[in-house]
Structures are given as structure tokens and as C-alpha cells.
């Protein structure tokens, strides 16, 4: 590897890295999880120890699925203002009323800037909406999503239609496995990697460290794109 391609891999594994290794180890020294939530016949709230004092809450319509996969605990109600909600392990990932505010920009800042990406993988991603907005490029051959928990994929299929219908796409292939095993031997094959996960605890852990990202750097193409929630990497 040259000098300028190393000097990028530590750029990219201090950038991606560092601040959320701190946040990881606060709570692992305590002991505790990022978010506690109660959950009672009429409503959802969800408490989060990163913002103490403060609670998000919402007001159930119906229950509809409640089960354990073999990682996490997973909810999906129907909310009287924002429609179904999916809860993972008591923490909201997303509504049917504004999921689209993070899948949009997850999407398509990383493939305005790889301009015409032909392969793709998501990392993550159960619920389907980043896909949905992958599929609306007509110049991408494939992509490929790795997600651990397949169940995750199940209940947004069956409860979040609209937000799963990218899975229907000829050019969607899914992996259920842990990603960071999936990219150990991979190397200079996706023009775009996003990196859509959980908090870094539970099954998501494993995405949260240096050897992690270092992976991810291998994967991409040359001037390929990684971005991991809110942030944007160019290889």
C-alpha cells in the first residue's frame, strides 16, 4: 500500500472511529445501555442516557408484532401521529412519517459523489429504505446488503412496505451474516459502502472499531465512498 493510501486508511479509522470508541467505552465502563424505554397499553417512550432529562415519546394505536430474534428484541406499533414505528432492543430506528429524512440522505449524498457507481453494499439496513433509494438509479448493476438479523428484514417486509419494496429489486442480493466477517477477504470491489447500523451495542458492535473500517477501506474501489450515518469518507 502507498504512502497516500495509508495516510487515507488512518484518516478514515480516526474520523469514523475515535469519537464513537470514546462514547462505547463510557457506557461499557458503566454497564449500562444507551437507552432505557417504558412501554405501557397507550404509549412508547423511549428515555436516552445521552440526553438525560429528556424523553421521546409516542402514543400507541395497536401493538402489532412483538417478538426476540436470536440478537435483539424487536417491536413494531402502530402510532396514532407517525404511523409504525420499528423498535430494535427498545430504542426507535425508524417511522413511516419521517424515515425518509435519513434514508434519502444516506443514499444519495454518497452516490452524488461516486457519480456512477455500479456496485454497492450496505451494511446493515434490515428495515430496506436505503436500498429503496439505491434502486432509483438506473446505472447501478448491483447491490448487495449484509445484514446479521434476518427477522429484521421479515417484520419490515410485512410492516413497512413502502419502506422495504427495494428488496424486490433483480439487483438486490442479501447476506445474513456479520458484516465484518462478510468483508474479510474482500478487496477493491464496491464503489459505494454505507454503513447504515444500530447503536454500538448489541449485534452492531462489531461495526465500531478500527479493524472494522480498515475492512471497509480495503472493499472500496479506487476514489470508491464509505458513509457511516453522518459521516462521509473518499477513499
Not at 417504558?38 to 442516557?49: A, R, T, V
Not at 420499528?86 to 459523489?113: C, K
Request: net charge neutral; charged share 25%.
Amino acid at each position: 500500500m502507498d504512502k497516500i493510501a495509508a495516510s487515507n486508511k488512518v484518516k478514515l479509522s480516526m474520523v469514523l472511529v475515535g469519537g464513537l470508541c470514546s462514547l462505547l467505552l463510557y457506557h461499557l465502563k458503566k454497564k449500562i445501555n444507551f437507552s432505557h424505554f417504558f412501554l405501557s397499553k397507550k404509549w412508547f417512550s423511549e428515555f436516552s442516557l445521552m440526553w438525560p432529562g429528556q424523553a421521546f415519546s409516542l402514543e400507541i394505536k395497536k401493538i402489532l408484532h412483538e417478538t426476540k430474534s436470536k440478537y435483539q428484541n424487536i417491536l413494531v406499533f402502530e402510532s396514532t401521529t407517525f404511523g409504525n414505528v420499528l423498535v430494535l432492543d427498545g430504542v426507535i430506528q425508524l417511522t413511516e412519517r419521517d424515515e425518509f429524512a435519513y434514508h434519502e440522505m444516506m443514499a444519495h449524498i454518497p452516490m452524488n459523489v461516486s457519480k456512477e457507481a455500479k456496485k454497492i453494499l450496505v451494511v446493515g439496513g434490515g428495515d430496506g429504505g436505503v436500498i429503496r433509494e439505491l434502486c432509483k438509479y438506473k446505472h447501478v448493476d448491483s447491490i448487495d446488503i449484509c445484514e446479521i438479523d434476518e427477522m429484521v428484514i421479515d417484520v419490515s417486509k410485512k410492516y413497512f412496505k413502502e419502506v422495504s419494496k427495494g428488496f424486490d429489486d433483480k439487483r438486490v442480493n442479501v447476506f445474513i451474516e456479520d458484516a465484518s466477517k462478510f468483508l474479510e477477504n474482500i478487496t477493491n470491489t464496491y464503489d459505494v459502502i454505507i454503513v447504515d447500523s444500530s447503536d454500538p451495542i448489541g449485534p452492531a458492535e462489531s461495526l465500531f472499531n478500527q479493524t472494522f473500517y480498515e475492512k471497509v477501506f480495503n472493499a472500496l474501489k479506487p476514489n470508491g465512498c464509505c458513509v457511516s450515518q453522518v459521516i462521509l469518507y473518499i477513499s
